[in-house]
């Protein structure tokens, strides 16, 4: 029984191509070193045969597999990220070293380490050699260098495997993710004991969201109408102003800026906010207080009634907004954007400019399905969109994952990317060195029996600014976050996380880790 971790007992067999070169010597040498490269997302017995028949050509058998950034077989390929697929190799016995390639093709790497062997499965040469073979050919001859071709009379497709049954990793990434960040539970837990205090500036547009249930009672013989018997309606205050629930429940000191309807909606809004104790500056305006109405019958969604002016805000309030911004003291200002007429491209860059100096600005902009766009928020500490507002945003519906977050940092010049990616979790940018193979970091999904996803990422939202705000640590805040979207998903409307939420979703995790690890 044993508690040591993959990445304890395997990492030192992981190593750079210039610590390969070092270890091994010039060319020639005395014990040859034969490679394999691919992408090994999941070592199937065709990826086993051919490593042991490479392993019994040379006395060192070198696994390089392809950084994360430039797997392109789908657009969330790889499914195991790279670290994991690199901690896997290694547990091979008959594997010696295992290298990350940085670049697109291993030819760099081949002119550095200079294996005597390059080992290509027998269906790179079975009807032609492939250009990217030929490359590869040329490389090691340039040296004195000779590729080999693996029988292959036992071929799997690592994509068949996945798409039939994907294997559920999560724990795994996360254990290797923690592993690599030098991060334990025990950090995670003691930030969220520091989110409380910080002091919080929320802004934005306030939605009522209504749930309104019914039975289904028939319908019309003559025309095609549905008859519903009304049961009850709930409501709940969301947009940004849930944002600024959750951060409140988080403990954190909140002030919330948003614009309301002189309606009915109005009192419910600022009643359920002061009960949540968050201080409210609400700018009142001839328009309605946003409304969403769905229709809930038998647990489906039968229908939505939105009532909404998405109107631009007049100066008068523009002005009101600004001044409030500039003179509210706080750690982290969030612009919560629900394109329900605060923000718009005429009036975010002033309210940009309002933001204090020295606050940590995020921005989260809920527009898919209207006129919007992330990149709007330029030069932000933190954003996160989901996938679809990432592609709204870029104009881009083919790119990966990867090289989609990467256009995305790049042109929003944020210092951190949080793309949610719904029931898969999200994936985190972490700087502008792309090509670096800590650019990245991505978590699965650790919600458990999920009943409304709506609404996670403001929790996702709440919780990441703060844990920046607590720990400055970017990994720490993504995985923070994903596991309180997680936790709201298992709620029916907008119910506030707290920290006992989270601290417990930890727990559990912690502990099927170590089961798994015992076992």
């Known amino acids: 029984m044993t ?24 060319f020639p040498r005395e014990r040859r070193a034969i490679m394999c490269h691919g992408v090994f997302d999941v070592v199937h017995p065709g990826h086993v045969r051919h490593l042991i028949y490479a392993k019994g050509r040379a006395d060192i058998l070198i696994a390089s597999i392809t950084a994360d950034r430039h797997i392109s077989k789908g657009q969330y390929r790889p499914h195991v990220p790279q670290e994991l697929r690199a901690l896997n190799l290694a547990a091979f016995e008959m594997i010696d070293y295992v290298v990350i ?4 093709t291993p030819i760099a790497n081949i002119k550095i380490i200079q294996p005597d062997f390059l080992a290509k499965g027998y269906e790179y040469n079975a009807n032609g050699m ?10 090691l001859r340039s040296y004195g260098g000779e590729i080999v071709f693996t029988p292959g009379d036992v071929v799997y497709s690592s994509s068949v495997i996945i798409n039939a049954n994907p294997p559920d990793l999560k724990l795994d990434k996360l254990q290797v993710l923690m592993d690599v960040r030098g991060l334990t539970f025990d950090h995670l837990l003691r930030t969220v004991d520091n989110l409380a205090g910080h002091n919080l500036h929320v802004v934005g547009d306030t939605i009522v969201d ?10 019309q013989t003559k025309t095609p109408t549905m008859s519903v018997l009304f049961e009850k309606r709930t409501d709940f205050v969301g947009g ?3 944002v600024a629930k959750h951060a409140r429940a988080a403990g954190a000191n909140v002030t919330f800026s948003t614009v309301l309807g002189e309606d009915e909606h109005k009192q419910f809004v600022l009643d359920d906010l002061d009960r949540a104790g968050i201080s409210v500056n609400a700018f009142f305006d001839n328009r309605p207080t946003v409304n969403k109405n769905a229709v809930v019958v038998s647990g489906y969604r039968l229908l939505k009634i939105d009532t909404l002016d998405n109107s631009s805000i007049s100066d008068d309030i523009l002005g009101r907004f600004t001044r409030c911004i500039s003179s509210t003291p706080a750690e982290a200002v969030v612009f919560a954007d629900f394109r329900h007429g605060l923000f718009n491209r005429r009036t975010i860059p002033t309210l940009i400019r309002s933001i204090p100096p020295g606050a940590y ?11 919007g766009n992330i990149t709007e928020f330029e030069g932000f500490d933190l954003i996160t969109p989901n996938e679809r507002e990432a592609r709204f945003a870029l104009g881009d519906q083919d790119s990966g994952i990867r090289p989609l977050a990467s256009q995305l940092y790049d042109k929003a010049k944020c210092a951190l ?21 800590d650019s990245f970091c991505v978590i699965d999904s650790f919600a458990e029996n999920v009943v409304d ?29 994903t596991i309180a979207a997680g936790c709201e998903c298992e709620f029916d409307g907008n119910i506030p996380i707290t920290p006992d939420h989270v601290r417990e979703r930890l727990l559990k995790i912690r502990d099927r880790m170590r089961y798994s690890e015992a076992s």
């Open 3 to 26: 508690t040591e971790t993959l990445h304890a007992r395997y990492a030192h067999k992981i190593k750079t191509a210039e610590e390969l070169r070092a270890i091994l010597g010039p």
């Open 101 to 104: 390639d940085p670049s697109a």
């Open 130 to 139: 492939p250009p990217r073979t030929a490359e590869e050919v040329a490389a």
């Open 210 to 219: 209504s749930f309104t249930h019914c039975m289904m009672i028939g319908g």
């Open 240 to 242: 940004a102003a849930i």
């Open 361 to 371: 600005k995020v921005a989260d902009s809920q527009v898919a399905s209207r006129w």
């Open 417 to 437: 990317l949080i793309l949610k990616l719904g029931e898969r979790g999200v994936l985190a940018c972490l700087d502008s060195d792309h090509e670096s193979l």
């Open 453 to 481: 996803p709506v609404g996670a990422g403001d929790a996702l939202l709440a919780y990441s600014t703060l844990a920046m705000l607590a720990s400055r640590d970017e990994v720490q805040a993504t995985i923070l976050g």
